[in-house]
């Protein structure tokens, strides 16, 4: 027996980011996501948060190897990687993926990484360029 359930239940166990109070990702980082996005899940090393909207889906995850290793063990990634620095100091590798969605790795200066993959749900990522970045921003280790 199958039972279908509607989609406003992800919410029953979810929380609005305020944009202010960090969200443990793992033991040594923490993400401010952005205000008023939705927080669905916070596991372990593991966050899942999305836009208001809903197109726009990121999981967080912390991880222990280089950002070289993570990227080149997601699968699907797509074109070569690209560094970059944040404004917040930390670095950025991230790629495009083969399903249309993004992956990058934050990488703090003592050695925790936070994983990040988006995917975007009937919406061209383009548009979400700034919102990517924000969440990005908002990661600390």
């Known amino acids: 027996m199958t039972t279908a359930l509607p989609p406003v239940l992800e919410n029953l166990a979810s929380d609005v980011a305020d944009g202010v109070t960090a969200v443990p990702v793992g033991d040594e980082a923490e993400v401010v996501v952005p205000a008023d996005w939705i927080v669905t899940t916070h596991e372990g090393d593991a966050v899942a948060v999305r836009t208001p909207d809903g197109v726009l889906r990121a999981q967080l995850e912390a991880a222990d190897e280089d950002a070289a290793a993570i990227l080149s ?69």
């Open 73 to 141: 063990a997601t699968p699907g990634v797509q074109g070569a990687a690209r560094t970059e620095q944040l404004a917040s100091g930390m670095s950025a590798m991230h790629a495009g993926l083969e399903d249309g969605g993004y992956v990058a790795v934050v990488a703090g200066p003592d050695g925790a990484n936070v994983r990040v993959v988006i995917e975007v749900r009937g919406g061209d990522i383009s548009a979400y360029r700034p919102a990517i970045a924000h969440l990005l921003e908002g990661i600390r280790t």
